[in-house]
């Protein structure tokens, strides 16, 4: 059973800061790059980070750049994203993704709302 399950969500004011981690089960994690999406409502699912299954690269996109950080833990099976700096239109369901072409996996989504 392929497992993703994310923690860490929940309410922050502006400026404020988060980590989110999720942890994987049921496949060789190692294997995988590891990707955060996220979606607001109304909107489409964009990608907002991703890491190299060994941890040698990272992309981000350009809405987070210098202020997420995704790190992996293979010891641990984990991959995080620290989010600082948060703003109102960070506000989105944060969805953990593995990919290793052709497999694809996705957690259930954890709720990160900005708000003052």
């Known amino acids: 059973q392929v497992q993703l399950v994310e923690s860490g969500g929940g309410l922050v004011q502006p400026g404020g800061s988060l980590r989110l981690s999720c942890a994987a089960s049921?496949?060789?994690?190692?294997?995988?790059?590891m990707r955060w999406y996220r979606q607001a409502p109304g909107k489409e699912r964009e990608l907002v980070a991703h890491?190299?299954?060994?941890?040698?690269?990272?992309n981000y996109a350009d809405f987070v750049k210098g202020r997420f950080t995704i790190t992996r833990d293979n010891a641990k099976n984990t991959v995080y994203l620290q989010m600082n700096s948060l703003k109102l239109e960070d506000t989105a369901v944060y969805y953990c993704n593995a990919r290793w072409v052709p497999r694809e996996y996705w957690g259930q989504g954890i709720q990160v709302t900005v708000s003052s």
């Open positions: 890491i190299t299954s060994a941890g040698g690269r990272t």
């Open positions: 049921g496949f060789t994690f190692s294997s995988y790059a």
